[in-house]
Each structure stands twice: as C-alpha cells, then as structure tokens.
C-alpha cells in the first residue's frame, strides 16, 4: 500500500512538473512560471531539477536574462503539450468537471469591446461557470499568447498569425463618423469627392504592423479604399474615438464603440450611403488549448454573446 501511494504521488508530481516545464518555455523564465501558476519560486526550481535528473537529459538553457529550451527540451515540450491536453480532455469525461470547468483562465480582448460589450456580460458567465478564475486583459496590442502564457485573445480584422486556431465570434458593424464640433467648421462632406477635398482624418495605426489603415467604403456593392490627411495617428481604439469626439477629424469605428455618442449627437454619421464593410471578429487561441474546457466553454460564451448582443443597431 506505502509503494502504491508512493508511485501515486510521483505521477501527479510528474505531471505538474511537466505543467511548470511547459510554462517557463512559454514564459521564458522560472519566476513568471511560478506567478502564472501560484507556486513558491523555489517549488518550480526544485521540480525543474527532480525532472530533469528523472529524465537524465538538460530540458532547459539558463541565462541571466532568459530561459530558454535546449533541443531535447524543445522535444520534450511537444510531447508535454499533447499529454497535458490528453489529460485535461480526458477528465472532461466526468460529468462534474464536464459542466463545471474550473481553474484559471487567461484572456485578452480589445479595450473598447471589453469594457462596453463583453464585461457588462461576464455576470452571466460565472454564474455559469463559478469556478473558473478569470484574468482579462483589455488592450489593443500584439500579444504573444505562448511567451505571455495567454489562453485566448478575441480581435478584430485580419488574422496574422496562422498558426492559432480562429473561431469567428461576430461581424462587426462599421460606421463613419465626425463631431459636431468638426462639422461646425468643416461641413459635413456629401460625397466621396467632397470627402476627398478638403476634410482631415484621425487615422489609426495597427499595433500590430505600424501600417495606417486607409478608409473603407462600399460604392455599388464594392469596396473603394479612400487615403485621407490627417494631423493626428493613434493606435489606441478608445484614442481613436476620443480624438474624433475632441474635432480632431473623421473615423471609421465599429457602431458599438460610437452608438452613445451618436444617441448624443456628439458624434455624426458621415455619408451613410456608402458605409465601411463590416469587419471581422474572432477568438484566437494555441492549437494545443483547444482542447481545453476552460477556453472551450468562454469561446462558447463569446458566440452566445455576441450572436444575441444588439451590435448592429443605431
């Protein structure tokens, strides 16, 4: 029975040995492991080397600044991935963990969706899912989900990095728009041509590419892309707004964003008859999390969401 209970806890310490070893490869450093996983620094240490002697073969190079794994690590990591996924859909089988998913769960969405949309809403999902412990993250820069240990990030628009699984969440209705303010002192331009004589933008700039994004506009069923001048370039959403509410010129925002603002009339519809394709929103995550409950169930929530969330009406 003692050699029983014995073999039992080498498993489980094996198997979260193999947990802290796949997050400081994707952390790149034994401190930021231990903060992700909420285990004393010297745990993670000391696990690191019991699995390393276990295995008889160096999993990671050391430097002052960095971690990173040496070739046999780099095997070993794959071979984790796919048995902690094996693992964690394996006990989804059971019917308490299937309906109740517990554990950590690390997101990133963009500011402005988070803050009007998807937080509003999170009432509902815990109390459907109380025991997940969820950190969001609200901001518009590139994330990289393995280094920074990140489940999931929603985003709008293109998808760059083809090596995450995208599910498509919503397709985002698009508007342009000015302040009275700028109205009061550049008109409200009625046509394309107008548009491009004499008016100033507020252009945004992706985080992720630092490319300026061109204006959009759909002219008998196709898109026409319009360059304008603009004093001011942001890559913040919320910066994006903020400086077309202050008259700094126009912008092409998803209707969500602006909808109290044009309620307000602080904000006005520009050349409604040739409005921005709609753009689209997805969930991205590693291929290895797919399997995972805890992402399972949110990107599940997000779709739920976002098909019964009013985004598209004025």
């Given at each position: ?64 600044r960095h971690v990173s794994p040496t070739l046999d690590g780099s ?240």
């Amino acid at each position: 029975m003692h050699y029983l209970v014995l073999e039992n806890n080498l498993v489980m310490d094996r198997l979260l040995a193999m947990q802290v070893f796949t997050r400081i490869v994707e952390l790149g450093g034994f401190g930021k492991a231990a903060d992700s996983l909420g285990l004393p620094r010297a745990s993670v240490t000391q696990l690191i080397k019991q699995l390393e002697r276990h295995l008889g073969a160096q999993l990671l190079q050391r430097t002052t600044r960095h971690v990173s794994p040496t070739l046999d690590g780099s095997a070993y990591y794959e071979r984790c991935l796919a048995v902690l996924a094996e693992i964690d859909d394996a006990e989804s089988l059971f019917s308490d963990t299937r309906a109740n998913p517990q554990g950590r769960l690390r997101v990133d969405l963009p500011a402005s969706l988070s803050h009007r949309v998807v937080i509003p809403a999170l009432p509902s999902f815990f109390a459907r899912y109380p025991r997940i412990e969820l950190e969001m993250a609200a901001s518009d820069r590139p994330v990289d989900l393995i280094r920074e240990g990140v489940d999931c990030v929603v985003r709008a628009g293109e998808v760059h990095d083809v090596s995450l699984v995208a599910r498509p969440l919503a397709q985002l209705k698009q508007i342009t728009c000015a302040s009275s303010r700028y109205i009061e002192l550049h008109g409200l331009p009625q046509s394309l041509d107008e548009l491009q004589n004499g008016h100033q933008a507020v252009n945004y700039v992706s985080p992720l590419t630092g490319r300026r994004f061109a204006f959009d506009f759909m002219v008998d069923g196709e898109r026409q892309e319009i360059e304008l001048p603009g004093h001011l370039a942001v890559s913040s959403s919320e910066g994006y707004v903020a400086a077309c509410e202050a008259g700094m010129g126009i912008i092409q925002a998803p209707l969500y964003h602006v909808r109290e603002q044009l309620r307000a009339r602080t904000l006005c519809e520009v050349l409604p008859e040739h409005p921005p394709a709609p753009i689209a929103l997805a969930a991205l995550y590693p291929p290895h999390r797919q399997l995972s409950r805890r992402v399972r169930v949110f990107v599940d929530w997000l779709v739920e969401l976002f098909g019964q969330a009013d985004l598209q009406r004025q």
